[in-house]
């Protein structure tokens, strides 16, 4: 069974298409086809790449409408030299990443005209989003015809966190309106978490792992026997760790200051915490950890500032996550940062080591997932590389072999 993946962002849009034919055990597999389209570079134009078939291919096409751009894409499955299948239609279902399923899916959905219905109900929570995932879905219909698609919600797996984890402590009515901690990067916590159990030869049934996800965005979350209890992310994606270019939690006085002493817009206050801030923001350098650190090591005082922050505030909130456990058995570094960053991995552990948790002597980046713990450590600590793409496919064929059993 072939399976296509889309996660359609409001400036980039990835596909992978990956063959479930053997099954979807293990470690993931390499996708038959992967491709990419980049609208932020050229005015008027995007930027589309895509692999397959052990060729590679790089276009910039004079195209604005995003569906035709989503078509173009599909089209190099069927023809070029990244050719793998020999009609779309042996594609037998489409995953999307969908952003925000508020408090309406716990789990994957097929998608039909309900499902759209909530998915655009949901806009106001998550305005860059939703309305490309629904895009995508489109697109998808447009290029494909009737073909199932499924929806995979990054929100879904911290809907099973207590209610004091979700609620803010604002007025009741803040719990009638849904403004509550939904939580993000979910496909990317559960999916790392699975793998860190196997890695580790347990049953994720019994164990207390905090997993980081560490990337443009950043979050954390503690997962109790499979189930998330907490993560740090909130209502929106901005809420939690400092990240690349998002504040992270910040004192919400410092918002109400800035209206009332510099006349700051909802739109401005907007840009500032989300695009004006955190690694860049507070550096004036960049959102990027590696030209950050470089320049700390040069000497750059605001640049060493920045890091010493974000260190900070991911130990805070790693503890608070451990407290959310009553425990912990392993810690799961991934993402951009989480997967490549020897210096990260060494700084937020070693507040932990009067928990027993000991890292190996030398720690070294490496193409397979691994455990940096050293032998006599009372905890594990795990890189695993995230496939949240394989994760939708995987998810897609367990719903669909469900409907058909
Ligand atoms: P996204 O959240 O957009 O998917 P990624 O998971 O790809 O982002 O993470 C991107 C970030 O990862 C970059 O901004 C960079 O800061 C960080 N990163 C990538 N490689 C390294 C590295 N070797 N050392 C430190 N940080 C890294």
Not at 125 to 152: F, M, R, T, Y
Not at 310 to 323: S, T, V, Y
Request: hydrophobic letters at 45%; glycine letters at 10%; charged letters at 20%.
């Amino acid at each position: 069974m072939k399976i296509l993946v889309l996660n359609a962002g409001s400036s980039s849009h990835k596909s992978c298409l990956f063959d479930l034919s053997q099954g979807a055990e293990g470690a993931a597999p390499h996708p038959l086809w992967r491709a990419a389209l980049d609208w932020t570079h050229q005015q008027g134009k995007v930027e589309l790449s895509a692999s397959g078939a052990g060729e590679s291919i790089q276009q910039v096409l004079s195209i604005t409408d995003k569906a035709k751009g989503i078509e173009a894409m599909v089209k190099t499955l069927v023809e070029g030299p990244t050719q793998v299948l020999g009609e779309l239609a042996e594609i037998a279902a489409v995953g999307h990443r969908v952003v925000h399923g508020g408090r309406h899916y716990q789990q994957p959905v097929v998608i039909d005209d309900e499902v759209k219905a909530t998915i655009q109900s949901l806009i106001p929570l998550a305005p860059a989003h939703n309305p490309a995932n629904l895009q995508g879905i489109e697109a998808i219909a447009q290029s494909l015809g009737n073909i199932p698609q499924v929806a995979v919600f990054d929100t879904a797996f911290h809907s099973s966190m207590p209610e004091a984890a979700a609620t803010y402590p604002g007025p009741y009515a803040w719990v009638e309106q849904g403004i509550r901690r939904y939580g993000f990067h979910g496909i990317s916590h559960q999916y790392v978490a699975q793998r860190a159990a196997d890695l580790m030869g347990e049953d994720i049934a019994s164990l207390k792992l905090l997993t980081c996800h560490l990337g443009n965005g950043c979050s954390l979350a503690a997962v109790t026997n499979g189930v998330c209890v907490d993560t740090t992310m909130g209502f929106t994606p901005l809420d939690g760790l400092m990240m690349g270019s998002r504040s992270g939690s910040v004192d919400p006085g410092i918002l109400i200051y800035l209206m009332r002493q510099e006349g700051y817009s909802a739109d401005q206050l907007d840009t500032l915490l989300n695009k004006e801030s955190g690694l860049k923001g507070l550096s004036g350098i960049s959102n990027d950890m590696r030209v950050v650190v470089e320049a700390m090591e040069q000497g750059n005082a605001p640049a060493k500032l920045a890091i010493e922050v974000f260190i900070h505030r991911l130990r805070r909130e790693m503890g608070a996550m451990i407290a959310s456990l009553s425990g912990l058995d392993g810690v799961v570094f991934t993402a951009g940062m989480g997967e490549n960053s020897p210096l990260l991995w060494r700084q937020a552990c070693a507040p932990f080591e009067f928990l027993g948790l000991r890292l190996k002597a030398e720690l070294n980046r490496a193409k397979d997932d691994q455990d940096i713990a050293a032998m006599d450590s009372a905890v594990r600590v795990l890189v695993v590389h995230t496939q949240e793409e394989w994760a939708i496919a995987h998810s897609c064929l367990s719903l669909l072999e469900s409907k058909h059993a």
